[in-house]
């Protein structure tokens, strides 16, 4: 099983990037895909994820309205766009994959949820927002 993150890189505040995570060695569309960030010194946060049809997907507050999250199946990737970055968005940028059914997600259990524990997780991918 293989997740490869790519596209982070230097970009100024105010900026976009689109980051991609390809999957490898596992039925892609069977499973939900999330990504997540970490910053130095900072606890790793859930970032967006999407199901494994498309059909849900979900952001955590920070990121609202400036990323978004999408899927080619055909492909096996997902992307994140993300706009108007700002510095606060730095860190290192990677994703996870897990199989649990999106048929039983709840409102207080998803992808994105504390408690949801994903299966696979790859490499991540720098991103740098500074002038």
């Known amino acids: 099983v293989q997740l490869q993150a790519s596209g982070g890189g230097l970009v100024q505040p105010g900026g976009s990037l689109r980051l991609s995570c390809v999957g490898s060695g596992f039925t892609f569309e069977n499973h939900a895909i999330g990504w997540f960030r970490q910053a130095p010194g900072k606890e790793r946060e859930r970032v967006s994820c999407?199901?494994?049809?498309?059909?849900?997907?979900y952001y955590a507050d920070s990121v609202k309205g400036r990323f978004k999250i999408s899927r080619e199946n055909a492909k096996n990737t997902v992307y994140l766009q993300m706009n108007s970055l700002n510095p606060e968005d730095t860190a290192d940028y990677y994703c996870?994959?897990?199989?649990?059914?999106?048929?039983?997600?709840?409102?207080?259990?998803?992808?994105?949820?504390?408690?949801?524990?994903?299966?696979?997780r790859g490499q991540g991918t720098l991103v740098t927002v500074s002038s």
């Open positions: 999407i199901s494994q049809s498309g059909g849900d997907t």
């Open positions: 996870a994959a897990d199989p649990y059914p999106e048929g039983d997600y709840t409102g207080s259990f998803h992808c994105l949820s504390p408690r949801y524990q994903y299966r696979y």
